[in-house]
């Protein structure tokens, strides 16, 4: 369970988080909505420690991290995967090289289990036949498979994945959330997505949270969503 507890925070004199209070239950699939500039991005930052909250705090299972040096921080990030739209993959290494990559780093795995380990999670996300290939050869879909797949590979618990569609066609953007969807599912993974992608949000969020510049203006399910009699809230999700 992740709970977070009035948060703000300012760039300067720049307002862009106000008091945020959201809880992200374990094994949920949570959609942060919103327009762009809304918030999202550096909302998810504070998640993962990359930004310190002015005010309010972050609770991980039951742990204060608001304020854990970096150093904890980076004991923690090793538990959570993420896909960002900038955090691409290496493009020197293939796709089993970027999968591998997590692994040689942070386990004392032997070569032939983590092999056997990326082979595994390369099925899981349709990569297996692009194993060998390089980032420059692959579609934009295949690339946010392969990120996915090194995101996952450590068996993190929670996976954030930041605007997970963005820059893909429609199809490709259903097929990349309803692999996220499976994967989280698979792996019983807690799973936070920002997004302004209303219609595949809707498609795998288990429950949604709509930012607007910055203040939380609607939680719930899409149903509940849907019920809104708030106008804002009406015209972003018809
Ligand atoms: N590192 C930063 N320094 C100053 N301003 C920032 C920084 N990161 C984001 N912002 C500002 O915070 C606001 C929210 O940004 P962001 O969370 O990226 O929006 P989005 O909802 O599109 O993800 C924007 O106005 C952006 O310019
Ligand atoms: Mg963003």
Redesign the pocket.
Known sequence: MIKVRGLSKS?GD?V?LKDVNVEIKDGEILAIL??????????LQHLIGLFRPDQGTVEIDGRDVTHLSERSWLELRKNMGYLFQQGALYDFMTVFENVAFPLQEHTSLQAREIKVKVDEILEMVGLQEAARKYPAELSGGMKKRAALARAVVLGSKIIFCDEPTSGLDPMRSRDISDLIQRTSRRLKCTTVI?SHDVPNSFRIADRLVV?REGVIIAVGTQQELLASSDQFIKEFIK
């Open positions: 760039f720049h862009v919103g327009e762009s500039g809304a918030g999202k991005s550096v909302f920002t930012f």
